[in-house]
């Protein structure tokens, strides 16, 4: 299997870098400059007792009316503490399902994700944004950057590729910065030799495809054959639709045939671009594998693996692609010759590929970043102002009509 693969070919070079002393002393992650806070928590503050402000919002439920956005955020905003994070994340879920759901802004997403960093609930931050169709968390790239360097400070890849993972299904990989940072945290990932089900290789490939695609150099080339590769595995053993189920993917079998014109392209180019060694050796396995295990009609991977994609049939277009494998195997060889006799085999493994081009490139996709985020930040203050002053009059007016009627009611009594 893939995760099988992946160990086998990247365990010996991590044992390398893990053994490097000036590998750890090169580690980098975002400046402190990009993820600090006191540009944030020098805007305009509007406190509120969020006692009254939950109590205001159970009324207005129990009622069947629809409660503000801007009530929602002044509530996020004013959390405190670690529980007051869970009472937040109530209401966002509450809000996410009343009349008024289309309307959660984009600062309260900023804010919600701020203040689960800030108040260690990064577990939480992780549930929403994983779960955002029920609670309407869609961050910014800005917002995706300071939680993937949240986790990738604690050398949590795990959790680092499930946010890069969202970024990918929300098609979100518009600043460089982004597509950095992902880049960098796939290819830790990947060094940790992860035990994958088939759900979690459709969205890894799928991941490091669409990054890969959007890097015009030898990070992105080799990201972008270890997608289609792991893309492909999936497909011949359990069919394209396995593939595309949730995935903002091109609908068209042939995954293992897209893996060999990455390497035909770095054939090619007049460029220098080349693939890593260690996934050009993973490729190679993997298309052994699936040849001698072409005769399976299966195509079983784990008999003990719970995943809804192990049901998927393999239809008769799916089987016709499963017989071009030993094509794909001889092209396979004749690709690595060509690729050899040019020099376009870099013998650093993904990660150092990934890392380098990071450390090269990063700090100099920041200050764009910061920019836009201090531009941001004076755009949502001037909205929430306008926002706070049209409910303001709504209540003015409505107390005006309230009195009316009063007064109205009182002289029909007399």
Known sequence: MASSLLRRYLTAAVKVKRSSPSF???????????????????????????ALLADNMDRIYERNFPVSSLTVSQFVDNVSCREEVDQAEYYLYKFRHSPNCWYLRDWTIHSWIRQCLKYGAKDKALHTLRNKVQYGIFPDNFTYNLLIDSYLKDKDFERASFVVEEVMLQEAFDLPSTQMLSLYTLASYLATSPKLTVSQERALGASLLICGLKQ?????????LLGNALLGKVEMNKGIHAVFKGMPLFWERGYIRRALEVMESAVTSRDD???????????????????????????????????????????????????KLSEYESKFKVLV??????????????????????????????????????????????????????????????????????????????
Not at 390 to 399: G, V
Request: proline content about 1%.
């Open 216 to 224: 015009d150099n030898s990070a992105g080339l080799t990201a972008a």
């Open 337 to 414: 010759s060509q690729l050899e006799a040019q020099g376009k085999i870099d013998a650093s493994d993904f990660r150092t590929l990934a890392t380098n081009l990071a450390q090269q490139q990063l700090l100099s996709m920041e200050k764009p970043d910061l920019d836009h985020y201090e531009t941001q930040l004076e755009a949502w203050e001037v909205e929430r102002k306008q926002l706070t002053q049209r409910e303001q009059e709504a209540r003015r007016k409505a107390e005006e009509e309230k009195q009316q009627r009063l007064a109205a009611d009182a002289t029909l009594q007399q």
């Open 24 to 50: 750890s002393a090169r580690r980098w992650l975002l400046s402190s400059a990009y993820s600090d806070t006191s540009l944030w928590e020098a805007r305009e503050k509007d406190p509120k007792n969020l």
């Open 273 to 323: 671009l080349k693939l890593s060694k260690d996934s050009l050796a993973f490729v190679g396995d993997l298309l052994h594998e699936l040849s001698s295990t072409a005769s399976d009609s299966s195509g079983d991977e784990s008999s003990s693996e719970e995943n809804e994609d192990s049901k998927e049939e393999v239809d008769e277009d799916d089987q016709a692609e499963k017989e």
